[in-house]
């Protein structure tokens, strides 16, 4: 049988969450049974999956978004009600964000670079001083081809901002929020730059720099490290594992 500290320990060995300095608290954030038989894994916390994940036999979910942002928090409202479930259910909560954001094999921007069959992969995007995101060069493809790879990839509508070349050779990316790195993408020269969501200044920094940007949305564009996290876990442990897609466009 297989116990929380099993999953919380390699986990956290294997995402070097100790070792990267974040906003969020990495690993085990809600104390649930000692043993597990069935995890679930989602992008985000929040109480339609928990709600989801009991309904499904969970005693763990492991997630991308957690509940705990580094600060003491009353446990009341929408944060009283989400921890309140959890622990009434006996249900283990496990985050990680940015270890999951830059691990080069199964972090969401590994994969996307990966899903466009990009070579000499190197770190980019500096976020408070580390890199958490991912660069290098593919196939010389059309704009609407690698989209059309990166939509299927993810399950989602990209918007698309077409101020770069035609062609695509090389590609950045950093999923969810990123959009700030725009800058670092056009001085790099990159041709296509894919994140989650944008912002307004967003349409005319790709203007200025010539550069084409993805925005798959937030949640849609970290679905992929939180599938190689659960097939990670699936063949380490003896457990059930299942994805559960709150759905969101955002």
């Not at 690698?146 to 695509?168: D, H, S, T, W």
């Not at 041709?191 to 720099?209: I, K, N």
Request: hydrophobic share 40%; net charge neutral.
């Amino acid at each position: 049988m297989t116990t929380r500290e099993e999953v919380v320990r390699f986990l956290n060995e294997y995402l070097h969450s100790a070792e990267i300095a974040d906003s969020s608290h990495n690993g085990l954030q809600v104390e649930g049974r000692s043993r597990v038989r069935k995890i679930v894994f989602g992008v985000s916390a929040g109480l339609e999956l928990f709600k989801k994940a009991h309904a499904a036999g969970a005693d763990m979910i492991i997630v991308h978004h957690g509940l705990l942002w580094g600060k003491e928090q009353a446990l009341t409202g929408t944060f009283g009600r989400r921890a309140g479930f959890l622990l009434r259910h006996d249900i283990s909560l496990l985050g990680y964000h940015l270890p999951l954001d830059k691990h080069p094999q199964i972090g969401h921007n590994a994969l996307l670079l990966q899903k466009l069959g990009a070579q000499n992969v190197r770190p980019f995007g500096s976020y408070h001083g580390q890199d958490i995101g991912f660069c290098g060069e593919i196939k010389p493809a059309a704009l609407s081809s690698a989209v059309r790879i990166l939509e299927k990839f993810c399950g989602a509508k990209a918007f698309v901002l077409p101020f770069g070349p035609k062609k695509i050779c090389t590609v950045g990316a950093v999923s969810g929020g990123g959009w700030s790195m725009i800058a670092d993408a056009a001085a790099q020269k990159l041709d296509l730059f894919v994140t989650g969501s944008l912002d307004e200044p967003a349409q005319e920094l790709c203007r200025e720099g010539a550069l084409n940007c993805a925005a798959l949305g937030h949640y849609n564009s970290e679905k992929p490290g939180v599938w190689a996290l659960m097939e990670l876990v699936r063949e380490r442990f003896n457990v059930q594992t299942q994805f559960i897609d709150i759905q969101n466009p955002i």
